[in-house]
Structures are given as structure tokens and as C-alpha cells.
């Protein structure tokens, strides 16, 4: 699978939107772009996915570089509860290979 | 819908006995996974089944780890004999095409 980057972490204040980067320069035409959430222990949350397009749900927005070499991840209002470890996947199918995320502390 | 249900949610053992982590997986997926979660390693995928067969077991450390799936809402992942570096949090996670749902996790301590 192709690999991706990500700051080890991030900082962002409460109710403010929060832009988390990842990189994929190596991404392949088949490669899903997956993004999950891990808040302290407790088991890995799904965000959402995307292939090409732009994907909107209730949690966040996934923003894809016309390239699909890059993405964004987009939480619209931080609250105190999204402070979490945050892991940008690539995957051809249904195993996902976890790296080490992006760390977000959400700040009153 | 109780989301995954994962049993024990804590098991201490010693070095040598045989550990049985059990997982209820969300009705009407098709998919179940295992992972395991260490400081060391991170999440590292075990293995995965789809409608109840094993597709790929190629993350399952060695021959000490088995895992089965006997029907569409019970499985069971085994260690014996286990090992001090067994010790990790197990995630059992269900989910449909390209989603994944994770239960609480299982901590096992190994002595």
C-alpha cells in the first residue's frame, strides 16, 4: 500500500475549524483515502473516505488535491471532544494499515 | 444497535495459558477484523473475514495466534501458548464496504 504523511501533531482552539493535512504522494488510481479518529482509549472511530471528489458527512469534510496526491481533513467547529490521534489510510480494499497519525489537542 | 461487543474487556494471565479474546461484531456486516495495538507497533491488522471466512491472515504473528468465525455474529481470537509479548490491546472491528466499526478493545496482560 502506498504510504502517507502527516504532522506528528497539532494544536487548534475550541470552536475553531481545523485543517489536518496528509500527503500521499505515491497514491495509486484504486486508492481510497480513509480517515479515523483514536480518543484516548478507546478503539479507532471512523470519519470518512473518499476517492476523488470532495466528501461531505456529520463529522467532517474530506478535501481531495485534484492531483489525489494530497488531502485535508476539515473539522468545521473543534470542541473539546475531537481532541483525538488522527489517521490519514490509503487502501485498495478493506485492510487498513494504521500509521502513527496526527495528534490533536483541542485547547479552551 | 450495541455497536461491537468485545469480552473480556481485561485478562490478566501468566506466560504458558491459553487466552480466548471473543468479539460480537454490529449486525449485518460482512466484514470482521482484528487488530492489535502496542506502543512499540502501533494498530497492526491480524486478520480479516469476510461472510465468515478468513481472507488474509498474513498480519497474525506466528502459529501461536488462531482465529475463527463460526457464524455471522461470534468470533474468537486465541493464543496459546502465550507470551509476555503478547501483552497489547485486541480491537475487534465490523463494517460494510469501506467502513470499519471498532469495539472497546480487549487489554491482555501477560506475566
Known amino acids: 500500500d502506498a504510504k502517507t504523511t502527516q504532522p506528528n501533531s497539532m494544536e487548534s482552539n475550541e470552536e475553531e475549524p481545523v485543517h489536518l493535512p496528509c500527503n500521499h504522494s505515491?497514491?495509486?488510481?484504486?486508492?481510497?483515502i480513509h480517515w479515523y479518529r483514536q480518543l484516548p482509549s478507546q478503539g479507532p472511530e471512523y470519519v470518512i473516505h473518499g476517492l476523488t471528489s470532495n466528501v461531505n458527512n456529520r463529522m467532517a469534510s474530506l478535501a481531495i488535491a485534484e492531483d489525489r496526491k494530497s488531502s485535508t481533513l476539515i473539522l468545521h467547529r473543534a470542541t473539546l471532544r475531537d481532541a483525538a490521534v488522527y489517521y490519514c489510510i490509503l487502501s485498495k480494499g478493506y485492510a487498513l494499515n494504521f500509521g502513527k497519525g496526527t495528534s490533536l489537542l483541542v485547547t479552551p | 444497535d450495541a455497536g461491537v461487543i468485545q469480552s473480556p474487556r481485561h485478562e490478566v494471565t501468566e506466560m504458558g495459558q491459553e487466552v480466548t479474546l471473543r468479539c460480537k461484531p454490529i449486525?449485518?456486516?460482512?466484514?470482521l477484523f482484528w487488530y492489535r495495538q502496542t506502543m512499540m507497533r502501533g494498530l497492526e491488522l491480524l486478520i480479516y473475514?469476510?461472510?465468515?471466512?478468513?481472507?488474509?491472515d498474513s498480519g497474525m504473528p506466528e502459529d501461536r495466534f488462531s482465529a475463527k468465525m463460526p457464524n455471522a455474529s461470534f468470533s474468537t481470537l486465541k493464543i496459546q501458548p502465550s507470551e509476555p509479548r503478547d501483552s497489547a490491546v485486541y480491537f475487534c472491528a465490523s463494517g460494510l464496504k469501506y467502513e470499519q466499526y471498532f469495539g472497546p478493545g480487549t487489554r491482555l496482560t501477560v506475566t
Open positions: 505515491t497514491i495509486s488510481g484504486t486508492d481510497y
Open positions: 473475514f469476510n461472510n465468515n471466512v478468513p481472507i488474509d
Open positions: 449486525s449485518g456486516h460482512d466484514y
